[in-house]
């Protein structure tokens, strides 16, 4: 009697049955984070939306509750990348999926109709106007529909930084689908933007699931741009050869030129805007999925949905548009969950610039208010003096965060001294100045160095008051005060003017106060540095060196075999799966089936040759 209950599939709960296709299917030996809650919540058959952060393991959330229920799973999906590069992933390991988009020809669109109304289909990716068509609508009504999942669900959301109008029409999904669940993801959205989410998308009565933002594996950085910063950029891609990067600018002529400037110094780089035709950028695209060492020079048109997991650093050459918009950014470094880095380059400017499109936007002054709330967030997180990591997940609404521990800051902390006196003498010459020169020409009054000065600014009381200080710390400390919104820049096209910033403020400094202190310059940046330099090294030993060669025989083995089928090495084994391969060295298909990442369908098809290579190396 005992062993026929042990037996009996029925006693299985329907949460242990997806621990059974995550295991067999996906190769992963457990749930991570929230998943098991958001598929319980699924397989409920109620709606649910969960906010998990980027390599967070969102999609099997979707994945596994529409494979179990009755009928095919409708994942909406923002972009053909993605989307491809999931359907790909969910074929290779076994799982009936297929995708409906605008690349798919006539006979392809039928075979995979065929197959969804013969019911052989588990999931089906579309782009939200994909779905929305009458046509598909007039059909997918009359199937039995598992669930429907919508990825990057901020997308909907205009306060969000991916606003995309089609998204709005998914709305309609609840009255067109009673009684399908429907589960909003997304990796990023603060509450404002969740209950955008959950009000677009007729999500009111859904659970919520959010995740930590913790991403342990990535450390953070960010400099100070200092004069050229293309130059700094090929210093930092150039300490890091033999793996990939994405680096972000923020303009199309910035991408082109930094990407030639890189290509100059042998870095494999290709640039991708949406300025380059549709062939050239899915060509670029396809390029760098499929390398395993390819530096991208991007703007923001790269990147939602770009699942490349062995991304090792992502740069940003120009400054984000906000802290939701950096940790997706900079998210998409270390998805596979091995150690990455996020690099970021700011400057006064790019906060003057960010001001500037903010009041140039058609938009309610609550909206405008709101936007510009957000870039002071961003550069006090980017110029602050305490743990990035720790700035980020606050700014998301955690409670509780310990400082990461690994970030420039926490590693080196900055020493600040104060800076009052002087930041009133900066203030008082830029009142005086009235707004006229730019920050160069301040910190040469400041000195009683201006060329060429008119009598006028010589008689000035201002004028050679600041001798007792050094041109760069001058120009410091007009960046902090720029920073802190005490000094305002005109970016005046390019050449930008410096002004007195909000007058409360400014005032509360002269009478002494609000303090002002500025970090001490040079040592700290360069204890930095050789501390970045450390944890590079041991990152490499992370595998450790015995383990090389058969690592290398089974990159090697995976690139030939992507290239035989087409597909992106990444989709047949993971970075982290090949580690583990190395590291154990499986002599059967049993210690095979152990590591994480191989799962039946996988073990079925490259067992054998992956062992082979593990014997021969
Ligand atoms: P995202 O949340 O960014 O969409 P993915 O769904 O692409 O994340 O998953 C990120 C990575 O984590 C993938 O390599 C996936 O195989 C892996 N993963 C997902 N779930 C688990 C799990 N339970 N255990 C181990 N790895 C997992
Ligand atoms: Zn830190």
Redesign the pocket.
């Known amino acids: 009697m005992l062993w026929a209950m042990l037996d009996s599939p029925t006693l299985e709960s329907p949460l242990e049955t997806a621990a059974g296709i995550?295991r067999r299917t996906?190769g992963?030996?457990?749930?991570?984070?929230l998943?098991a809650e958001v598929i319980a919540e699924v397989l409920a058959g109620r709606h649910a939306m969960a906010v998990?952060?980027?390599?967070?393991?969102?999609?099997?959330?979707f994945q596994i509750p529409a494979m179990m229920r009755p009928g095919v799973g409708l994942v909406v999906s923002p972009l053909i990348a993605l989307m491809a590069d999931?359907v790909e992933?969910l074929v290779q390991s076994g799982v009936a999926a297929a995708r409906l988009d605008s690349d798919a020809t006539l006979d392809e669109r039928s075979a995979i109709w065929r197959r969804l109304e013969a019911g052989e289909l588990d999931l089906l990716y579309l782009s939200p106007e994909g779905l929305m068509q009458p046509t598909t609508l007039d059909r997918l009504v009359h199937q039995k529909i598992a669930l429907i999942a919508i990825?990057e669900a901020h997308c909907v959301s205009q306060w969000g930084h991916d606003f995309r109008p089609e998204y709005r029409m998914l709305g309609r999904l609840a009255e067109l689908f009673p009684g399908v669940p429907r589960l909003a993801?997304t990796?990023t959205a603060d509450a404002r933007t969740r209950e955008d989410i959950r009000g677009e998308l007729q999500l009111e009565e859904a659970r919520e699931f959010v995740a930590s933002f913790a991403r342990p594996e990535l450390r953070l950085s960010a400099e100070r741009k200092q004069g050229r910063s293309d130059r700094r950029v090929i210093e930092l891609v150039k300490a890091r050869p033999n793996r990939s990067g994405v680096i972000y600018s923020g303009s199309r002529d910035g991408t082109d030129r930094l990407a030639e400037a890189l290509k100059a110094e042998g870095v494999p780089a290709v640039a991708y805007h949406a300025g380059l035709d549709r062939r050239t950028r899915n060509e670029r695209l396809m390029h760098f999925l499929n390398a395993e060492e390819a530096v991208m020079v991007a703007t923001i048109a790269f990147g939602m949905g770009v699942?490349k997991?062995d991304v090792r650093y992502v740069i940003h050459a120009d400054p984000p548009a906000s802290v939701e918009a950096y940790w997706q950014e900079i998210?998409r470094a270390g998805?596979?969950?091995e150690p990455a880095e996020g690099i970021t380059l700011y400057g006064s400017s790019d906060m003057a610039w960010a001001f500037r499109r903010i009041e140039g936007r058609e938009v309610s002054d609550t909206v405008r208010q709101g936007q510009g709330r957000k870039v002071r967030q961003l550069y006090a997180m980017l110029d602050g003096m305490a743990c990035r990591a720790a700035a980020v997940r606050r700014y998301f609404g955690e409670e509780g965060v310990q400082a990461c521990g690994q970030c420039d800051l926490c590693l080196a902390p900055p020493e600040s001294t104060d800076a009052t006196v002087a930041a009133q003498k900066a203030l008082a010459a830029a009142q005086r100045l009235g707004g006229r020169v730019g920050r160069g020409r301040l910190a040469d009054h400041l000195l009683g160095k201006t060329k060429d000065v008119s009598a006028t600014e010589s008689a000035l009381s201002t004028w050679g008051i600041g001798k007792e200080l050094s041109p760069t710390v001058w120009r410091d400390l007009i960046d902090q005060l720029l920073f802190e919104g005490l000094l305002r820049e005109d970016p005046n096209d390019g050449r930008p003017l410096i002004g007195l910033g909000d007058a409360e403020a400014v005032r509360a400094v002269y009478r002494g106060e609000r303090a002002i202190s500025i970090r001490k310059p040079a040592e700290g940046a360069a204890v930095g540095s050789r501390q970045r330099r450390a944890r590079r090294g041991s990152e490499q030993a992370s595998l450790a060196p015995e383990h090389h060669t058969l690592f290398d025989a089974l990159r090697a083995w995976r690139r030939n075999t992507a290239a035989e089928q087409g597909v992106p090495p990444y989709v047949i084994f993971?970075d982290?799966t090949l580690g583990e391969i190395a590291s154990f060295r499986p002599a059967t298909l049993n210690d095979l089936a152990g590591i994480?990442?191989v799962g039946q369908a996988k073990l079925d098809h490259y067992g054998l040759a992956v062992l082979k290579v593990v014997r021969e190396n």
């Open positions: 995550l996906f992963h030996a457990a749930f991570r984070g998943q998990l952060p980027t390599g967070g393991g969102k999609s099997v959330c999931q992933g990825d993801v990796a699942d997991p998210g998805r596979d969950g993971h982290r994480g990442g």
